[in-house]
């Protein structure tokens, strides 16, 4: 969804930072399990992406070595702001394990850090129990 192209549901163009840029919020979230839009104001296209992502889900899933079945949460927060583009993924077992990973830039990456000996290493994920 980030690449603007959705290759993952075929050929989709879509901006979901554009969107999330005049979103009254300044953001949208995806709800990738139930395939809606959480947050945020999204076009009648973009409704239709999540849709369709989470009618892909169970496939994509698979064919990584997991099943949609595993999650309880999986959720992507998207906003272009004036430091650029974020996406921060949700992710929340059945176990209610959860983990929030945060992700910049064009292509996004992962966010990096100095570690406390002054090593560049990713940002750790925020880990914590869902209630």
């Not at 945060?102 to 994920?125: A, N, Q, S, T």
């Amino acid at each position: 969804m980030a690449s603007g192209l959705g290759f993952v549901i075929g050929h989709y163009p879509m901006d979901v930072f554009g969107e999330a840029a005049s979103s009254p919020e300044a953001l949208i979230e995806v709800d990738f399990l139930n395939g809606r839009v959480v947050r945020g104001k999204p076009s009648g296209s973009l409704e239709i992406a999540a849709t369709l992502f989470a009618k892909a889900l169970p496939e994509f899933c698979e064919s990584n070595g997991a099943k949609a079945s595993d999650f309880k949460v999986l959720s992507a927060t998207f906003d272009a702001t004036s430091l650029g583009q974020r996406v921060l993924l949700s992710i929340t077992d059945q176990s209610g394990r959860s983990s929030t990973t945060e992700y910049r830039g064009v292509p996004l990456k992962r966010l990096k850090v100095l570690d406390g000996l002054g090593r560049i290493r990713k940002k750790p994920r925020q880990v914590g129990v869902a209630f």
